[in-house]
């Protein structure tokens, strides 16, 4: 990555449990937020960021339902407050209570997901979703595929963001 260094990395599926997540240690970054399943194997997300940045941790562990949504977030401080969080939602995850509460949390921050919906074709639950995240003046960063197969492409990894905070 040297020497154009991002300055967050959101993780998803690390298939890590608390203790072995705390140990990961990578260069120039720290780890900010974190989800660990406790029940279930795999899952989990995090957040590190780069060690020249000033981040607080938002607490929205109350939100995560181990499948259905797992989700962890940070504040960074700029010239604005910007909010940074990574969701996953496993593809066996229930999704009616999965959209109420991402409904919730987009009440107070924005998120990078990964949520197992194929953003490439359409279908109910990608509307329902679209639908949701409109609401919120949230729109897709990605329209190619973010994981290729031999047989297949899908964009399930997708980042949203308020276009409506950038002047045209």
Known sequence: ?????????????????????????IE??????YYCRQLCE???????FHNSLCFSNIDIVKHCEEQDIE??????????????????RASSGNFSPFLLKLNNILKLL??????????????????????????????STINFPTRVQIMS?????IIFIDTSQFES
Request: include cysteine; proline fraction near 2%; hydrophobic fraction near 40%.
């Open 1 to 25: 990555m040297h020497p154009d260094f991002p300055h967050v990395l959101c993780l998803t599926e690390y298939h890590l449990n608390y203790s072995q997540l705390n140990n990961v240690y």
């Open 28 to 33: 120039n970054y720290n780890l900010g937020a």
């Open 42 to 48: 795999k899952g989990g997300v995090a957040v590190f």
């Open 71 to 88: 989700i962890c977030a940070l504040k960074l401080s700029f010239v604005v407050n910007i909010c940074v969080s990574t969701l996953y």
């Open 110 to 139: 924005y998120i990078c997901v990964d949520i197992n919906i194929n953003h490439l074709t359409e279908s109910e639950k990608k509307s329902q979703l679209d639908n949701l995240l409109l609401s919120y003046n949230l729109t």
């Open 153 to 157: 492409a899908t964009a399930t990894n």
